[in-house]
């Protein structure tokens, strides 16, 4: 045990817990993604919100969603004992600032998690606590003719707080009634400076991936000729190109589609 | 300048010992000929200074032919100065200009405490060396010369590794003092050969061990150790280094200490 210990204890073995957490976080981001793409879907949040709930009572995900704020927690600990140590190799520094190649994103990572960490609080407390906690927030029933197929939906009221979803067919129109988050993220994504901050923390999460990604894989030894300019191309373009992107275009998407 | 000749103003650290604090002192070095090497311009101010009945400027030196790895100075943001892939001793005046103020800095970091003035101590180095980057070699008849085959690919890869000179020029560039381009290039190139199998795993485990202790910080793989590094060491050899380490620790039977036993 005491070697487990060790192994972590070391120098390379925090920097381990880095890559691991940090590759582990990269991977949420992704599904992350691929279920927030229903914002896009313009059925006034029938899908978005059905999957919010799927993915809030599904007891894996929510097992995976603890092992996830345990990720960030232990990502942004590790980061701070790490440059705490970092500091200390170099009690004095240098009258002139140092010179040596190296990306501006590399050299700045503490800086582009501290927003990202900063972002994900208030990220979170908006959507994920409120969703929680929040009384107020709104019930929808969307009602689905099932031979036309055409969607309609109200407001609806289900008159006690246990309530968080029900699905019913009564003459061939499927029922489905559900909390309406999406209405928050309308409200939210109205407001300029809501967005503005949304679109700089996507830029941070661009560049913190852009090194975080590839350093990950080089912290855990995985370096090859032939495998890393791959590394090197998912971490570019999908990780600080396409993802930040995608998240960064709803916030704007639903400011100019929701405003009036 | 008629003669080609420069004049230049140096601000360089001075420092009497650890124990005190140090301050930046200017100097005029002047008629510097464009062919001296650094180290050669540094003779002159000191021989002037010597005259003068001052206190000649310390820096370490010793085969300036730049593979001895004795020579430091952190110059105008760089360590080994502004020309890439060389050691301060084979870096000529000619890289600067007439009228230019040079910086010269020693090597920052806790574990290269200062001497005096530009010269530190990088003994840390020695002892992570001592910790495991050798080869055993037992008494017996002398082996046949090429009885063992290596695949040319990982010979020049171990060769390239083995032309690090311990200089400390990783440790200088690094945002975080890391002395991981070091170490990595001293597992790796003992590591990738096939008299280096027996020790491999307790060997990063124990240099590992050793470059903790002495206080350096932690590889952010920011690059600027390979920039800097007047032998062109790869980064690639930090990633080596920690797929041994990693494979050490998590899967294989060796302990740092196991010839204790």
């Known amino acids: 045990m005491s070697e487990i210990k060790q192994t972590f204890n070391s120098s390379l073995g925090k920097k381990l817990i880095m890559a691991l957490t940090g590759l ?62 970092n500091r200390k190799a170099r009690p004095v520094g240098y009258a002139v600032a140092q010179k040596s190649d190296a990306t501006w994103s590399s050299k700045n990572m503490g800086l582009l998690g501290s927003i990202l960490f900063l972002f994900i609080v208030i990220h979170m407390s908006d959507f994920w606590f409120s969703y929680h906690n929040d ?60 967005v503005i901050f949304y679109v700089i923390a996507m830029g941070a ?52 589609m929701h405003r009036g | 300048m008629s003669n080609g000749n420069m004049n230049l103003t140096l601000k360089v650290w001075r420092q009497k010992n650890a124990q005190t604090s140090g301050k930046f002192v200017t100097y005029k070095a002047e008629s510097i000929s464009p062919d001296m090497s650094f180290l050669e311009m540094l003779d002159v101010v000191n021989e002037s200074l010597t005259h003068k009945g001052d206190e000649p400027i310390n820096f370490d030196h010793d085969c300036r032919e730049g ?39 020693p090597w920052r970091a806790s574990a290269f405490p200062v001497v005096k003035d530009l010269a530190v101590d990088r003994s840390a180095f020695d002892r992570i060396q001592q910790a495991g980057g050798y080869v055993s070699v037992n008494t017996g008849g002398v082996p046949d010369g090429n009885a063992i085959a290596i695949p040319k690919v990982i010979a020049d890869e171990a060769f390239n590794s083995a032309t690090c000179i311990g200089c400390g020029a990783c440790v200088a560039a690094c945002k975080n003092a890391s002395a991981m381009l070091f170490v990595g290039a001293k ?14 795993y307790r060997r990063a ?17 920011t690059g600027a150790c390979e920039a800097e590094c007047p032998k062109e060491i790869k980064l690639t050899n930090i990633a080596r280094m920690n797929n041994d380490f990693f494979s050490a620790k998590l899967f294989r039977e060796e302990e740092i200490h196991e010839d204790k036993h």
């Open chain 1, 135 to 194: 009384k107020t927030m709104g019930f929808k029933e969307y009602r689905t003719d099932l031979k036309t197929g055409v969607t309609t939906d109200v407001d609806y009221n289900p008159g006690y707080a246990e309530f968080n979803k029900s699905v019913s067919v009564v003459n061939d129109v499927e029922i489905v009634r559900v909390k309406d988050l999406h209405a928050r993220v309308v409200r939210s994504f109205s407001s300029l400076w809501y």
């Open chain 2, 187 to 200: 597992i790796t190139q003992l590591g990738l050969l096939p008299q280096g199998q027996p020790e491999r």
């Open chain 1, 24 to 85: 582990f976080l990269c991977t949420f981001i992704i599904v992350h993604l691929g279920g927030n793409l229903l914002l896009f879907s313009n059925d006034n949040g029938f899908g978005f919100n059905v999957y919010a709930n799927f993915l809030t009572h599904f007891p894996p995900i929510e097992v995976i969603a603890y092992l996830l704020y345990l990720s960030i927690l232990v990502h942004a600990l590790y980061a701070i004992i790490l440059t705490v140590k």
């Open chain 2, 205 to 221: 485990q124990s240099m590992v061990a050793q470059m903790d202790e002495e206080g350096f910080g932690s590889c952010t793989n």
């Open chain 2, 67 to 105: 593979i001895c790895g004795m020579c430091s100075l952190y110059i105008n943001g760089h360590p080994h100065g502004p020309k890439r892939g060389v050691t301060t001793c084979q870096l000529h005046m000619r890289t600067f200009h007439d009228g230019e103020t040079i910086t010269i800095e």
């Open chain 1, 205 to 256: 999460l661009s560049f913190h991936l852009l090194h975080g990604f590839q350093s990950a894989f080089r912290t855990l030894g995985w370096v090859h000729r032939k495998y890393t300019p791959v590394v090197y191309a998912v971490g570019t373009w999908f990780f600080a190109v396409i993802i930040p992107l995608a998240f960064a275009a709803m916030p704007v998407y639903y400011f100019f």
